[in-house]
């Protein structure tokens, strides 16, 4: 059983910067177990969509609309990512959902991300 808890969602003004975060836990046998983790994201009446993805490695791949503006980062003593989100617009309102594929992929519940003055 693998868990994965997000934090870092909000309430942000367009313009601002927000930093979410999420930990994998549970039954991760080996260290290296976690592979790679991201963010995809969905906003109302659309389809979820990548935002970012890291491999253990470090290799990063993100959307094209938000490269410059967001960058993904992880811990893998942690087993956690991280999305730095800057310059946030309106359009970036959405419920942000972590991945780690720990064997298979896993998900989290998804935190709220609100861009709105």
């Known amino acids: 059983q693998v868990q994965l808890v997000e934090s870092g969602g909000g309430l942000v003004e367009p313009g601002g910067s927000l930093t979410l975060s999420c930990t994998a836990s549970g039954t991760i046998f080996a260290i290296n177990s976690v592979g790679s983790m991201g963010w995809f994201r969905q906003a109302p009446g659309k389809q979820r969509e990548l935002v970012a993805a890291?491999?253990?490695?470090?290799?990063?791949n993100y959307a094209d609309s938000l490269k410059g503006r967001f960058t993904i980062s992880r811990d893998n003593a942690k087993n956690t990512v991280y999305l730095q989100m800057d310059s946030l617009k309106p359009e970036d309102t959405a419920v942000y959902y972590c991945?780690?594929?720990?064997?298979?992929?896993?998900w989290g519940q998804g935190t709220q991300v609100t861009v709105s003055s």
């Open positions: 890291i491999t253990r490695g470090g290799i990063t």
């Open positions: 991945y780690a594929v720990v064997g298979r992929d896993h």
